[in-house]
């Protein structure tokens, strides 16, 4: 590497000032006069041109001693700060390394700056030097920083003290005993800034000194200042990592602690007390202090983080155990009206439940879900209704002794306005009813007594199932048959429909010889000559009395009314199921089997008549015929077989059904977790046994530090595996910019962090000629935003550098950055230089991570999704399955289409994946694929539709999939 750069690198600049491109810069002769001549706000700004032009790689030798004469004695606040800048970036060494003469005078005049009576000029000068990397300028300011730590204002005390440490930290020789000095600061000092400034440095420079101190006012601590509190916090913490024999020590001190004012000490001793002590006391406290901000704190992100601090407890199996007496104390977060904190609390305490908690926290959230009911109090009222049936649904399967507690209350819900709820409580219903015997007349009993208040047509039909399959005795059938001829009013039907319409008129002829008796009428002459009356109250209109008639219908009889004749079809199927049970029951007694069999056949017939009179708004369809019309038929020739199949078949699919949900939960839900940790609880034969009391102390320090897990999980290394290391080096990220043969080379690593990408571009000068001005122009396509320009600089023959560059991301799209490297060469008259980039496509891909939604939720989004992309499969894979694997794998994408409903071949498959972005954005795909079975060589064709809230994210998945598809191809 060439002297230049070596320089370059060793002056690390601290302040980036941009300089427009567009605007004229003026002479070295112009500023010469601006800075001697000019008054100070012209000084002032001939001085920020000569900071941004030198910034840019310009030089400027003569002015140095033009600005120590004319500037430097100059009294105004506003050119002191910009002399610090200057100070800071210009170049205070010779060529050949020795210090110019001309600094000097500017050491004298740092000196009397640290001398100054104006706080401000004293603590920003101090906070200059630490930015100071030449050792014979600090030299003889020492004793001048040294009289800082006694001035009166805590401004520049802090300051000194920030400055002692960054010069002792840089050049210790310069002050060997300041560590004794700044513990001898600290024990007199009384600012909590200037006290956690001492107590920061004593923890890096001087750690005995430091533990000395808090030891002498460890009883103290909770009177300080937060910021001071963090960094106890924080000595501890490494004490403590690095030697174990010290936490009996200190633990007392961070258990004080947890009960501190500040949210964040707290936060950060409960992190703390747990990674020094595993004692249930000790993560008891630390569980409460969590809880405890979770409920007082009002960000909802910081409950959000706080959870997952203690679903990370959870995950040891020794601090669960601790945490399930804690449940109850949890369930107080579920105060927040954020829909997400109520989520993950919901989900942690139902991992956490256990069989001496489950009674109380069966009333909590009866008692939440009784709170509903006031649908005023917060917004996502309907989801979280939706959530905590779930829960209870949940909580009947893991303890089924508190079914016949929860059921009468959850059902209730079945006539809820909200139909997500209501099919929650139906789906709950179907598979408690099914497994629990003891519990079928409970529920019931309930089921028919709640019949009538149904509003959504959805949930009647699943009710009808239910009540159709489970009514097992005569009585629980003749109270179905009695609910449904109240729900469905008289029969038959066009007949009854046209008596009220008659009758209508009739009570309007009456109201009319009323309304003439008491109210004013109008006399018209009729065409025979006759007199004719028309009262006022008959002249309005009878659209909206229509309307309002059909609301006022038995439940049945409106939906048929409004033409949902589906509910109709499920209505038979229920009345043969009742006939054929009915029929066994009474066996023998042919007069009550055919009375049961002509009332249900009555009622098939009549709506069926109704639906083909016309008078419904939407005429019965062939489906709903037909299905109507074969009950009818069953009822009337009674076929054994036909018979056993609506008798036994139909619990028989449920069964399985339910056997096949199950068998998924075991695979992905909270029966795998609780397998896997029994899993890792077990120890093999061989394994070594490990006792505390003779683990000697560096067997101890095996555990990382948090500060380092924090940073890296910041960073984005975390968690990566052996088998990974090749995969997500940076060599597979690197895009090449420019070509080999080009004058300027360059390269870029792209790394995505989440919410930003950090371009790490490599300049290369492969020419003999110094390229001045050279700079990197960067643009954005799609919805990425780049945070700042790329300065300037100058680059040496066959040399080379590193330029960053931030850009933020607002969303999930496919983003392309494009732009061009500009630079003048030394002594060429033509116009500026410049190579075109190669552009860089940022993969939809690092954003998108798998989801899991329910069949209900995936059918409402894919509704409410108004933007659709349809992708034409174009692959040359042959097996239905592969090219799933294949879809799933390259979109990240999770498949909700359960594993059993995907086996088989039968020449044709349909799935619906599911993902989020971590912004929050949902993309729904059903893939529908073929193949022909004659001829096994054939490739897949098909299509997949993508739905999403928005555009981009749309064409962005639909671009990866047909990018994916020709890579196969290829």
Not at 284 to 300: F, G, H, P, Q
Not at 579 to 584: H, L, N
Request: with cysteine.
């Amino acid at each position: 590497m060439s002297s230049t750069s070596s320089i370059m690198i060793e002056q690390p600049c601290y302040t980036l000032i941009n300089l427009a491109q567009d605007v004229e810069q003026p002479t070295e002769m112009k500023l010469k006069e601006d800075l001697e001549k000019g008054d100070n706000k012209i000084k002032a700004e001939a001085l920020k041109k000569v900071i941004q032009l030198m910034l840019n790689g310009e030089k400027f030798p003569s002015l140095l001693m033009t600005i120590i004469r004319f500037v430097m004695p100059v009294a105004d606040h506003t050119l002191k700060k910009l002399l610090l800048i200057f100070w800071e970036i210009v170049p205070k060494n010779t060529p050949d390394g020795k210090l110019m003469h001309e600094m000097i005078l500017v050491c004298d005049a740092y000196r009397r700056d640290l001398q100054h009576p104006n706080e401000f000029i004293r603590g920003s000068t101090l906070r200059f030097l630490c930015k100071l990397k030449e050792p014979e300028l600090l030299e003889p300011l020492m004793p001048s920083i040294k009289a800082c730590l006694e001035y009166k204002h805590n401004y520049v005390r802090r300051n000194a003290v920030m400055a002692i440490f960054t010069i002792y930290k840089n050049f210790n020789f310069l002050m060997p005993d300041a560590p004794e000095i700044i513990a001898n600061f600290l024990e007199r000092e009384q600012d909590m800034s200037c006290k956690r400034n001492a107590f920061m440095m004593l923890i890096h420079a001087d750690q005995d000194r430091a533990l000395n101190y808090l030891s002498s006012c460890i009883d103290q601590v909770n009177s300080f200042g937060d910021i001071l509190q963090l960094v106890i916090v924080e000595l501890i913490y490494k004490v403590c990592h690095a030697n174990p024999s010290e936490r009996a020590r200190f633990i007392r001190c961070v258990y004080a602690l947890l009960n501190s004012s500040s949210p964040a000490v707290r936060y950060e001793a409960a992190g703390t007390l747990i990674t020094l002590s595993s004692a249930p006391s000790a993560v008891k406290a630390a569980a409460t202090c969590y809880i405890d901000l979770i409920v007082k704190e009002s960000d909802n992100n910081v409950k959000l983080i706080v959870l997952d601090k203690i679903i990370q407890l959870k995950e040891v199996p020794s601090h669960e155990k601790v945490l399930q007496e804690l449940v109850m104390d949890i369930l107080r977060v579920l105060s927040s009206p954020d829909i997400e904190v109520r989520k993950k609390t919901l989900n942690l305490c139902l991992d956490l439940v256990s069989s001496r908690t489950i009674g109380e926290m069966v009333l909590v959230l009866k008692k939440e879900l009784s709170k509903t009911n006031n649908v005023n109090e917060i917004d996502d009222m309907d989801k979280y209704r939706q959530l905590l049936v779930r829960t209870l649904h949940q909580m009947t399967i893991k303890f089924p002794d508190t079914a016949a507690s929860i059921v009468p209350s959850v059902i209730e819900y079945l006539s809820d306005n909200n139909e997500l709820a209501a099919n929650d409580v139906l789906v709950f219903v179907r598979e408690i009813i099914h497994k629990f015997e003891n519990l079928k007349e409970l529920i019931l009993q309930k089921l028919l007594e709640i019949f009538s208040l149904i509003k959504s047509v959805k949930i009647l039909r699943g009710t009808l199932w239910i009540l159709g399959e489970y009514c097992d005795n005569i009585e629980d059938i003749q109270s179905l048959l009695t609910q449904v001829r109240q729900s469905l009013g008289d029969i038959p039907i066009v007949d009854d429909e046209l008596k009220r319409a008659a009758g209508i008129e009739n009570k309007d002829d009456e109201q009319i010889l009323k309304s003439n008796i008491s109210t004013g009428t109008q006399q018209l002459v009729t065409a025979d000559g006759t007199y004719a009356t028309q009262s006022a109250f008959v002249s309005s209109p009878s659209s909206s009395s229509n309307k309002d008639d059909i609301d006022k219908r038995p439940p049945l009889r409106g939906f048929l009314m409004k033409g949902d004749f589906f509910i109709a079809s499920a209505l038979a199927r229920t009345l043969t199921k009742l006939a054929v049970k009915y029929s066994k029951l009474v066996d023998g007694n042919e007069t009550k089997q055919n009375r049961f069999n002509a009332e249900a056949m009555l009622i098939m017939a009549c709506i069926l008549h109704y639906g083909k009179s016309g008078m419904a708004k939407k005429p019965i369809n062939e489906d709903d015929s037909d299905s109507i019309n074969v009950c009818l038929r069953v009822l009337s020739e009674r076929s054994p077989f036909v018979l056993n199949l609506f008798n036994n078949q139909s619990a028989a699919a449920l069964s399985s059904m339910l056997n096949a949900k199950l068998t998924e939960e075991t695979d992905s839900g909270w029966l795998k977790q609780s397998k896997r940790k029994i899993k890792s609880q077990q120890i093999q034969a061989d394994d070594p046994l490990r006792f505390g009391q003779l683990i000697s102390n560096s067997d101890l320090i095996d555990k990382e530090d948090v500060f380092d897990l924090t940073l890296k999980q910041a960073i984005g290394v975390l968690n990566k595996k052996d088998e990974d290391l090749i995969l997500s080096s940076k060599l597979n990220k690197v895009t090449q910019l420019t070509g080999f043969s080009d004058p300027v080379y360059a390269e870029a690593y792209v790394h995505v962090n989440q919410y930003d990408i950090v371009l790490d571009v490599l300049i290369v000068n492969q020419t003999t000629d110094t390229l001045q001005n050279l700079t990197l122009e960067l643009a954005t396509l799609g919805d990425l935003k780049l945070v700042e320009k790329p300065q300037s600089l100058t680059l040496a023959p066959r040399d080379f550098t590193n330029i960053k560059a931030n850009i933020k991301v607002a969303s999930t799209e496919n983003g392309i950055i494009f732009g061009n490297i500009v630079y003048d060469i030394t002594g060429a008259t033509s116009d500026r230089n410049c190579v075109v980039l190669n552009d860089i496509h940022i993969d939809i891909m690092d954003y998108i991570v798998p989801a899991q939604c329910t069949d209900q939720e995936f059918l409402q989004m894919w509704v409410l999704f108004e933007w659709e992309n349809k992708v034409v499969v174009n692959t040359n894979i042959k097996d239905l399955n592969e090219y799933l694997e294949h879809i799933i794998k390259s979109t990240n994408m999770k498949c909700l289409t359960p594993e059993k409903a995907l086996s088989g071949d039968c020449g044709f498959m349909a799935a619906n994946l599911y993902a989020k972005s971590i912004f929050g954005e949902d993309v729904l795909a059903n893939v529908s694929i073929e193949k022909s079975l004659h001829n096994p060589e054939s490739h897949v064709h098909g299509h997949i539709r993508i739905r999403a809230k928005s555009q981009g994210m749309a064409l962005s998945m639909g671009d990866k999939i047909n990018l994916t598809q020709k890579q196969i191809k290829n």
